[in-house]
Nanobody, 117 residues
């Protein structure tokens, strides 16, 4: 499985971006999908998670502003980001966990999001 992330860029505060992460393989076995981010000088942090059950979880810092969703037909997971803030500036990584038969974890290459004030 290879993950290709895209959609990052430069946006003004208050703006929106949609990140995409496409899997080279069928995503039905992926559970969960997740987006992480890493700002300069900081540890990578979990932003949003999507389970195959439909349950989604978000970091407190992005609740109400970010939405994770998946399109199984396109083997793609999205992160819709609205009301962006300068503190959202980071490299965003998609993450896929395939739990069975042996758990495997995959990472996308990262996409830069820069929010200007």
């Amino acid at each position: 499985v290879q993950l290709q992330a895209s959609g990052g860029g430069l946006v003004q505060a208050g703006g929106s971006l949609r990140l995409s992460c496409t899997s080279s393989g069928n995503i039905f076995s992926i559970n969960p999908w997740a987006w992480y981010r890493q700002a300069p000088g900081k540890q990578r942090e979990l932003v949003a998670t999507s389970f195959s059950s439909g349950v989604t979880n978000y970091a407190d810092s992005v609740k109400g502003r970010f939405t994770i969703s998946r399109d199984n037909a396109k083997n793609t997971v999205y992160l819709q980001m609205t009301s962006l803030k300068p503190e959202d500036t980071a490299v965003y990584f998609c993450n896929a966990v395939i739990p069975l038969p042996t758990m495997k974890i995959y990472w996308g290459q990262g996409t830069q999001v820069t929010v200007s004030s």
